[in-house]
């Protein structure tokens, strides 16, 4: 069974430019959840999607935004990236309450 | 008062001992309890997952949870160099708002296990 599908899996943008990132969850799970991951925050919750709704959202600025398809698969977008929006970003796919994540997307901001 | 706190570490081990990591947390709304094992530049990867007080057994990992003192743990046996990875502790509740579970996770605890 195929886990969960980040791409890409590394990415460099420029401050003021935005980004698109991509999951594929794993098959069936209609549920994918985003979380931001740095050093000194650790993981905090972007938001979950589920059924192409989203249906819980973190304490994140409204740049950060994100959609699900009809296939599960989601996206997140960060518009005007800041120095500070550099960290891993992962997605996670659920079920019921277990979350399987993937490999993340590492976002360097300069 | 965060939610979960986990002592960030860094735990330095010889090969071959137990390892005891822990978490604390205040929210007594949380009703599954998870660790999570994530190794450098990777994604974490779900170690064990329980809903209940008491101990969970698998392989060389034990899972226990006291709810009455907001207190979780997770033991390695026979600890190997492959182990070394950060451990993150991550808990769900509930929210009716939006008809799903929420995760919570700690800081993670960074482990080496020296050979």
């Known amino acids: 069974k195929a886990g969960v599908t980040q791409t890409p899996r590394y990415l460099i943008k420029t401050r003021g430019q935005q980004v698109t990132l991509s999951c594929s969850p794993i098959?069936?799970?209609?549920?994918v959840s985003w979380y931001q991951q740095t050093p000194g925050q650790g993981l905090q919750f972007l938001f979950e999607y589920f059924s192409e709704t989203q249906r819980n959202k973190g304490n994140f600025p409204g740049r950060f935004s994100g959609r699900q398809f009809s296939n599960s698969r989601s996206e997140m977008n960060v518009s005007t990236l800041e120095l500070g929006d550099s960290a891993l970003y992962l997605c996670?796919?659920?079920?019921?309450?277990?979350?399987?994540f993937g490999q993340g997307t590492r976002l360097t901001v300069v | 008062q965060k939610e979960v706190e986990q002592d960030p570490g860094p735990l330095s081990v010889p090969e071959g001992a137990i390892v005891s990591l822990n978490c604390t947390y205040s929210?007594?709304?949380?009703?599954?309890f998870m660790w999570y094992r994530q190794y450098s530049r990777k994604g974490p990867e779900l170690l064990m997952y329980t809903y209940s007080s008491g101990n969970k057994e698998d392989g060389r990992f034990t899972a226990q949870v006291d709810k009455s003192s907001k207190y979780i743990s997770l033991f390695i046996r026979d600890s190997q160099p492959s182990d070394s990875a950060t451990y993150l502790c991550a808990m769900s509740a509930f929210h009716s708002g939006a008809g799903s579970y929420q995760l919570t996770f700690g800081k993670g605890t960074k482990l080496s296990v020296i050979p």
């Open positions: 929210n007594s709304a949380f009703q599954y």
């Open positions: 098959s069936g799970h209609r549920s």
């Open positions: 996670a796919s659920s079920l019921n309450s277990e979350a399987f």
